[in-house]
């Protein structure tokens, strides 16, 4: 999915929420564990639940890694069961030597055909570069995370500017906002303003409103431009909404409220 | 594996050699296409054909995770080919918020019993310390590559020190020599003598001698401690030393050419 396809399915539905399917055996209802394969049952039902209030789907590879090869398969099967009007984005924060990205690449654009894929930058441009040769592929790279530790390095200082600066500023020159997105944590709003004027065109994907505390309105205030320009991530909040039977129906109350909140904001600044 | 008995295992064959599994479809030999599974067939030869010179196994997720869940499959029947007297090394550079990493150790401490990952450190403290949970396994953190991009954040100065040494710092100060390693790259030997100056007990994990140019004499002059603290990747150089009938054959005597010359350098140290 391109850029301009991206900005009309927002714009068609007035949303920009991502639901990040982080799916745990340990926490989905207890009901589903008696299907053939719990993970992907519970991913269909919240698909179908959440299809109409959200723009992109983001799948944490983590999650299915965690039970072994049958996981790699429920994650290939659950990217296939996304409507392919949907950005879909694998949560894996890959990077290495260009050998090994190459590989990391064709993995998750070719044999596993998602749209974009997490990317972690510490080993520089050429670790990264494989990723940007894709035509209508995403490379979206870790900037400024939502956790405590992004002050370790991520904040420090480096050449007078903070180390996600220089790495958007790095590979602002290597990718363009047609092929790469940045990851900025919702829980530093303020930043995410400073980043936006860094590079007005890029689109970022922000994690950490919901369960980790991030206001949906501040982030807007200082990360919308005119053509959106936000992916805004929630997992948890939506797909653990409730525990029991009505968990998918559930998870469409949480997911319309947010785009409906999203929706509002548009009007409100005219790009809808 | 803990700390003792690698350092046991290295001195009993006088070998600190790691073989790197990164094999790939299109570099094996082609007899070997014929067979059910060509690269588990490939890696049993190669495991077959190295393993009295080597100590450790390191497989690269990558070249599995591109051939889909057929490939994460073999990765796991690798792993359980391989000697259990050998270490053997996730090469999977994770690192993510603690929620999510906590499933990546359950996928390779827990899920593939790998003994060792390596890991990412952009995002800080709190994104690797889940791997620092487990007895007797190991988080091998990135500190300095051996790719050219190691210059655009890894060498940058941050706070009178540069970014690799950063990290190196910091994450002494989380894990141990018991649990914690630090990747550095052949390519940078005089660098390496500066490392190992700042954490004089721990393993380095050193990609880059072989293929990339790295010489294995410049890397133990400067990098060996006198419980040798060094293991020595290759893959390239040795898996595809012949891409013939004679593949295991060759690849058995480049590792027996390392392991001759670790040994003579050990025993030149006097450390065996």
């Known amino acids: 999915m391109n850029k301009s396809e991206l900005i009309h399915q927002i714009k068609s539905i007035g949303s920009f929420l991502?639901?990040?399917?982080d799916s745990d055996i340990n926490k989905i209802p207890k009901h589903l564990l008696q299907e053939e394969n719990p993970i992907l049952a519970f991913n269909k039902q919240i698909i179908d639940a959440t299809k109409n209030y959200c723009v992109a789907y983001k799948?944490?590879?983590?999650?299915?890694?965690?039970?072994?090869?049958?996981?790699?398969?429920?994650?290939?099967?659950?990217?296939a069961y996304i409507p392919k009007n949907k950005l879909t984005i694998a949560d894996a924060k890959r990077g290495d030597i260009g050998n090994t990205s190459n590989m990391y690449a064709k993995a998750f654009?070719?044999?596993?055909?998602?749209?974009?894929?997490?990317?972690a930058p510490y080993m520089g441009k050429d670790s990264l570069s494989p990723f940007?040769?894709?035509?209508?592929?995403?490379g979206i790279i870790l900037a400024l995370t939502s956790n405590p530790g992004s002050a370790d390095f991520?904040?420090?200082?480096?050449?007078?500017?903070?180390?996600?600066?220089?790495?958007i500023e790095t590979f602002s020159q290597v990718g363009t906002s047609e092929n790469t997105m940045f990851v900025v944590g919702a829980t530093k709003p303020e930043e995410?303003?400073?980043?936006?004027?860094?590079v007005p065109d890029y689109f970022f994907l922000v994690p950490g409103v919901g369960a980790q505390g991030g206001s949906l309105s501040d982030v807007c205030n200082?990360?919308?431009?005119?053509?959106?320009?936000?992916?805004?991530?929630?997992s948890r909040s939506i797909i653990y909404a409730s525990s029991s039977d009505d968990f998918a129906e559930k998870a469409a109350i949480e997911s319309a409220a947010m785009a409906n909140e999203m929706k509002e904001i548009l009007k409100v600044k005219g790009i809808i």
Chains 1, 2 share one sequence.
């Open 132 to 138: 940007f040769e894709y035509q209508n592929k995403w």
């Open 154 to 167: 991520e904040q420090q200082t480096v050449n007078h500017q903070k180390l996600f600066e220089h790495v």
């Open 192 to 198: 995410l303003g400073k980043i936006r004027k860094m």
């Open 222 to 234: 200082y990360g919308l431009n005119n053509e959106i320009g936000l992916l805004i991530n929630a």
């Open 59 to 79: 799948i944490n590879t983590a999650f299915y890694e965690a039970m072994g090869y049958s996981g790699w398969k429920t994650m290939e099967e659950t990217l």
């Open 18 to 21: 991502c639901v990040g399917l």
């Open 109 to 119: 654009f070719e044999t596993i055909p998602f749209d974009a894929i997490t990317l």
